[in-house]
């Protein structure tokens, strides 16, 4: 048997709604206030720092004929290093780099952080999907001619991004301070330290001294988490900055439209 029920109570008239004028606009919605809230907050901060014209120049620009796929590999590797970077911070925030400490804290990253491992895998093998495709990106340019008249400078820059890449894997190989990471970065140290001139130079730089030791770890940890993110980040602009400036290059298996005019005149 149902119960019955009383009627609610009616409420006060200050926390009545008012009714709408006659012939007055509609009320917005919550979800047109918060638009409104955000649209005034940009035109807020665009007026004062003029940000808009930067970002229009950056992002709505003019591409060739024929662009395709091949032509986000840039993009991808980009990504590549920014999850490279948000995923490092946070294994950074339990990762001790000291001789005796770094494999268990390793060891504590992946069998004992909430999401420790998922974080760990992705930190390991981003790394070999950066290199992929960065050399993926590298090819393309190669193969596109994208690296004549006047994109020299964004190739060399290229070029040294790709060196860079190669010191972060580099330096860490050796973060989690097993067996196989020691010794790989010993071999790694001495074929370094073969080259010409620079080679036993940069062999006792990257150890920290002339032999192998507890410097060594410590100063991986610097170089791969502070000195070479820096350089990647700003080499970064200054290429993203060069790509808007000069554009990008037409497949080289299409050509340009002749005007009937210039053939003419020319003929």
Known sequence: MKLPTLPKPPLPKRFQEKPDRPGAAPKPTKLEQVREGGITAADWLDERASLSGGLRWM????VPKGTNWFYTLGSATMFAFVSQAITGVFLAMYYTPSATQAYESARHITNDVFLGEFVRGMHKWGSTVMVILIFLHMARTFFFGAYKYPRELQWIIGVVLVILTFVMSLTGYLLPFDQRS??????????????????????????????????????????????????????????????????????????????????????
């Open 59 to 62: 992002m709505f620009r003019k």
């Open 182 to 267: 020691y010794w790989a970065t010993i071999v790694a140290a001495n074929i370094n330290g073969t080259g010409p001139f620079v080679g036993p130079f940069l062999s006792d730089f990257l150890r920290g001294g002339g032999d192998f030791g507890a410097t060594t770890l410590s100063r991986f940890y610097a170089i791969h988490m502070m000195l070479v993110p820096g350089l990647i980040a700003a080499l970064i602009g200054a290429h993203l900055y060069l790509v808007a400036r000069l554009g990008t290059t037409a497949p080289p298996w299409l050509r340009a439209d002749v005007d009937e005019k210039l053939r003419e005149e020319q003929v």
